[in-house]
């Protein structure tokens, strides 16, 4: 279990895509508030719900402590800036 940007969610995927060069992170969300569903320019890295999917860099992702989640400030390093991976395959 894990946190990113406030979000809880479980890692699906840890490693490199087409989508964009480096290291990236998939997560599938418990709520429907990502941006695709596992698949980002018709390359499938997981599966999920739609909308449950978004895909982060590791510094953005940290462990589920139990304790209230805070929401983090929106950085460059996420999938909401720039890019091709938030729309779904």
Known sequence: RILVTGKKGTVRFFGDTKFAAGTWVGIELDDP???NNGSVQDVQ????DANKGIFVRPNN???????PAKA???RSGTMN?????????
């Open 33 to 35: 508030i990502g941006k």
């Open 81 to 89: 800036s720039g890019g091709g991976p938030e729309k779904a395959g």
């Open 61 to 67: 992702v940290s462990p589920d402590t139990g304790a």
């Open 45 to 48: 890295y997981f599966n999920c």
């Open 72 to 74: 983090s400030p929106k």
